[in-house]
């Protein structure tokens, strides 16, 4: 049996006083932490999940990227502090970014998430097809970019090429997705609304799915627990992972466990709401 972890959401936040780096969009982005973000994303939980996740002899674990909360370098050291320390647990770590990673131009151009975590990213732009213990097949799928105000995301024309070519050359017999956005509305979990959503998210569910690999994808941005099947494409099943540190009432924090046994995929989502707590019974899809 192979036991993936997948965090995502993690939001690492540290306010920012020093007015020259508060001419952009982190003006903003600063704004929402001060008055509310700040107040729902627990950071201090960190220690709590690493004590966990050392009990539970993971296999890897995956990052669904949202690092950090505006992208500033003291974000991306509590960001970075904390990969290291899941990595010195002794699984692989696997990661992508999300939007917040690049939350202005300026993350982009210093690219921050590229320099922050090198150790585990090889080429962060271009889709990567890579093998986990249980010699489980994972695809990175890069979907954030900077935006002036929205949070949309994007998946290029040449990017998608590039994971078709990937899926028709290594042919897996199955298939884990890690990416920042959802490619299907889930309107009874998750509003995505218009400025939230993967741009050519429709493109890259085609290619996973006239693919016919059996296909599990892996996103957040939503900060919601989700685990539907494509009613399209049947071999597409999208689960959707809560935000690691968030304790909102209608909106907990928590992670997912995904078990694979031979064939089979089990998933358990976790939630915080006083410690750390396992649901009772499997996700149906
Ligand atoms: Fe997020
Ligand atoms: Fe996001």
Known sequence: MTRIIHITDLHFWRLVWNPALLCNKRLLG??????????????????????????????????????????????????????????????????????????????????????????????PEKPQLTYMPGDIPLLLVPTAKPNLLSSRGAITGAQLVATRRLLEERAPDRLLVLAHYPILDNPAVYNNGVLRRLGNAEALRRVLGVSGCPTLYLAGHVHRFSHARDPRFQNLTQLTTRALFYEKDDCPGGFTEILFDKDACTVYPWRYCDGWERASEPSAC
């Open 30 to 123: 600063n704004l929402n932490l001060a008055l509310r973000r700040r107040h729902y994303v627990r950071q201090e939980r960190a220690e709590s999940f690493l004590a966990l996740y050392r009990s539970l002899d993971a296999d890897a674990v995956l990052i669904g990227g949202d690092m950090t909360t505006t992208g500033t370098n003291a974000e991306y050291k509590l960001a970075a502090a904390f990969v290291n320390e899941l990595a010195q647990v002794g699984p692989p770590v696997f990661m992508v970014a999300g939007n917040h990673d690049l939350y202005t131009f300026e993350a982009q151009r210093k690219h921050r998430f590229e320099s922050y975590f090198s150790d585990r990213l090889q080429e």
